[in-house]
């Protein structure tokens, strides 16, 4: 996905390049921008210049100073908040076999993927052994198959494909500070609190719409 900051920049998802596993240890790999985020400033003549903020802009090596953040595996969707002074973006990052994610996008995190699955260890080797410091959690998340979204009865979510946050004052106050999360598989939409930078994690959502098909 691709959004633009309100200063201009331009935020582009990356997922880890494959269909399960991650087996390029790309996700873990500040040398290869899969798995990342990347942040970057368009130019007039169709070139881009690195921020100077940007997290790795002085790292040494091959780290690419383009990386925003890592550990992510398919951050499907990029959502900025319309209601946030500055900049503020949530992401939606696909799990592979038991966990979907919302994340709250920071400069310089590891969101943990090969490492982790949402909040949960998924591997011990590889780049992930010794197990990488300071791994960011989830805003919020939910398991896979026959387990409810937290706080519904809405069950078989295994695809967080689609985000926006609801910008204050266009609906009914309830829905100020708020972001609709959807999941492909099962077809519903939930809604759940952003309050906080970053956000406290989020235990329980509200179901806002069901039955929609692929959303």
């Known amino acids: 996905d691709l959004a633009f900051a309100p200063d201009g920049t331009l935020f582009i998802t990356f997922g880890d390049g494959s269909t399960g596993g ?3 240890n790309a996700s873990q790999d500040l040398s290869n ?4 985020i990347i942040r970057i400033k368009p130019e007039v003549d169709s070139t881009y210049s690195i921020p100077p903020d940007n997290p790795f802009v002085q790292a040494s090596g091959d780290t690419l100073p383009e990386i925003w953040a890592s550990g992510l595996r398919n951050p499907f969707r990029i959502a900025p908040d319309p209601n946030a002074a500055g900049t503020r973006f949530y992401l939606n990052d696909v799990g592979q076999g038991v966990w979907e994610e919302v994340d709250e996008l920071q400069a310089g995190a590891d969101f943990g993927w090969y490492c ?4 949960h260890d998924n591997s011990t080797s590889g ?3 010794p197990r990488p410091a300071n791994m960011i ?3 919020f998340e939910y398991q896979h198959g026959g387990t409810n979204v937290p706080g ?3 069950s078989g979510c295994n695809s ?3 985000g926006a946050f609801v910008p204050n004052g266009v609906w009914p106050a309830a829905y100020n500070g708020t972001y609709l999360l959807a999941d492909y598989i099962c077809g519903a939409m939930f809604r759940i609190p952003t309050t906080g930078t970053p956000a406290a994690p989020i235990t329980s959502a509200f179901a806002f719409a ?3 098909g692929g959303s």
């Open 127 to 129: 780049k992930c052994n």
């Open 116 to 119: 982790r699955e949402g909040a």
């Open 137 to 139: 959690d989830p805003v």
């Open 22 to 24: 991650d087996p390029l």
């Open 210 to 212: 069901t039955s929609l």
């Open 152 to 154: 519904t009865t809405v």
């Open 33 to 36: 921008p899969l798995g990342d």
């Open 160 to 162: 967080i494909t689609g």
